[in-house]
């Protein structure tokens, strides 16, 4: 099979869609002030962790977007295999900023994490609820 004329052999940023869209790839951060407008935001959470603070990722992608020019919260708190303290801290900011967007930085701890707290936050934590069942708090894992 050919590949000539294929735009896809020389794409280097893709869309991923799954019930939410994951952009990805060699230059996926400026096309995030485009997503965001896209969308429609007002207000972003952008989800991450302290790692990509200190290589400088979480700079390029804030100056990305100021460029949509909506209000935006960073939670920096993302930490491997993200615990159900990290949750509850990530969603008492979202619950404070209020966003109708949040962003996943990083690899799949924080889109876990992202996950999570848009599920509690949009549910208003029935989630956690279903979480503190006895069969969990007996494993030690939740308080």
Known sequence: MSMEG?????????????????????????????VIQRCHAKRVLVISDRVLESAGIVARVDAAIQQ?????????DGEVEPSTATIAKAVE??????????????????????????AV????????????SPSRRDKGDIN
């Open 93 to 118: 900011t979202a619950t404070d900023f209020e966003p109708d967007l949040f962003v996943a930085l990083g690899g799949g701890s924080n889109m876990d994490l992202a996950k999570a707290v848009v």
């Open 6 to 34: 294929n735009s896809s052999v020389n794409r280097s940023v893709w869309n991923f869609f799954s019930g939410s869209r994951i952009t990805f790839g060699p230059g996926a951060t400026a096309s995030l002030a485009n």
């Open 68 to 76: 949509a020019s909506v209000p935006y919260e960073w939670f920096l």
């Open 121 to 132: 936050y949009s549910h208003d934590n029935m989630i956690v609820q279903l979480a503190k």
